[in-house]
């Protein structure tokens, strides 16, 4: 039985491991590291396992197509979507979604003109590396561009050229 054991331990270790070496196949000590590697062409980024057919993702919002019924709001289990009043259109923080997709099945959406049938202002994409140092950065909230506040960048050149 140990001898059994042992060749079949033996056959795996002279096999290919089974593992992705998703980012780098020997990763630096550090992300810096490993970014000036890549830049550098001396690390190579290996792709991630592909993801499934229909696999949800970061929900992806298009403002255009939303005719503010908030149905999304209704059904969120998260409370992940907030209402816009003054824009009447919503505000999804991706960081609190749990991925249900349930808002992707009840939003009607919009039909423009030419077009055969309505086609939803949310759906799921494929991204999932989404990891970010703020929860609130603006790569984790999805809402209309006229939400946004100017960046401070912006307020400031404001404010310079209005004390002229
Ligand atoms: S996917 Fe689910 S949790 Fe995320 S916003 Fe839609 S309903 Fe809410
Ligand atoms: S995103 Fe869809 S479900 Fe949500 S308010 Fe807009 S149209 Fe309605």
Redesign the pocket.
């Known amino acids: 039985m140990v001898n059994k054991m042992m060749f079949v331990l033996l056959k795996q270790l002279v096999k290919k491991p089974a593992t992705n070496p998703f980012p780098v196949k020997h990763a630096p000590a550090n992300v810096t590291a490993l970014i000036e590697e890549v830049q550098k062409g001396e690390a190579q980024i290996n792709p991630p396992v592909p993801v499934p057919e229909g696999f949800?993702g970061k929900?992806v919002y298009d403002p255009e197509r939303c005719i503010g019924c908030r149905l999304?709001i209704m059904?969120?289990?998260?409370d992940?979507?907030e209402w816009i009043p003054e824009l009447k259109k919503i505000r999804?923080y991706v960081s609190?979604?749990?991925?249900?997709?349930?808002?992707?099945d009840v939003c009607p959406g919009k039909k423009f003109p030419g077009e055969e049938k309505a086609v939803k202002a949310?759906r799921?994409s494929e991204e999932f590396l989404i990891a970010d140092y703020d929860k609130y950065s603006d790569n984790l909230i999805e809402e209309p561009p006229e939400a946004r506040e100017p960046p401070k960048e912006e307020v400031k050149e404001a404010a310079e050229s209005a004390g002229q």
């Open positions: 949800r929900l999304c059904v969120c289990p998260a992940a979507m999804h609190r979604c749990m991925f249900c997709a349930l808002c992707v949310l799921m």
